[in-house]
């Protein structure tokens, strides 16, 4: 496996998200790598603002380790994939399942499409 230099995390403030958050910030550290933090805004999540969501992740994050935070707005698993070839991220964090409708699903529709279209490798996170 090559080396992991560059994670991105799509974020929404689910709690399956916040879970994806916690093991990415664990992987950065055990990898020295950097985080790129994705917010998508759409219909879903329209009621939680990225800068909540994103002042709750900076809370977490060790002082030394470097982050940044995209927003983006229109097709979720787009987005998230673009920033991803933008960013030349190595590997996509992300939580099984947002804040969408079909809680009862095994993996969400945006994490099935991420996992399906990515060039790269994406841990799910239950």
């Given at each position: 496996?090559?080396?992991?230099?560059?994670?991105?995390?799509?974020?929404?403030?689910?709690?399956?998200?916040?879970k994806?958050v916690?093991?990415a910030?664990?992987?950065?550290?055990?990898?020295?790598a950097?985080?790129?933090?994705?917010y998508?805004a759409?219909?879903?999540?329209k009621?939680?603002?990225?800068?909540?969501?994103?002042?709750?992740?900076?809370?977490?994050l060790?002082?030394?380790?470097?982050?940044?935070?995209?927003?983006?707005?229109?097709?979720v698993?787009k987005?998230?994939?673009?920033?991803?070839?933008?960013?030349g991220?190595d590997?996509?964090?992300?939580?099984s399942?947002g804040l969408?409708?079909?809680?009862?699903?095994?993996i969400g529709?945006?994490s099935?499409k991420?996992?399906?279209?990515?060039?790269?490798?994406?841990?799910?996170?239950?």
């Amino acid at each position: 496996m090559s080396k992991i230099k560059k994670i991105l995390v799509p974020v929404d403030g689910s709690v399956s998200g916040c879970k994806a958050v916690d093991e990415a910030i664990f992987f950065a550290e055990k990898c020295d790598a950097e985080l790129d933090f994705v917010y998508v805004a759409g219909n879903i999540n329209k009621d939680i603002p990225s800068h909540i969501v994103f002042d709750r992740i900076w809370e977490k994050l060790p002082g030394e380790r470097k982050a940044r935070k995209h927003v983006k707005s229109g097709h979720v698993a787009k987005s998230i994939l673009e920033v991803a070839d933008e960013e030349g991220s190595d590997i996509i964090i992300m939580g099984s399942r947002g804040l969408g409708l079909l809680k009862g699903v095994l993996i969400g529709s945006v994490s099935q499409k991420v996992i399906e279209e990515a060039k790269i490798p994406v841990m799910v996170i239950k």
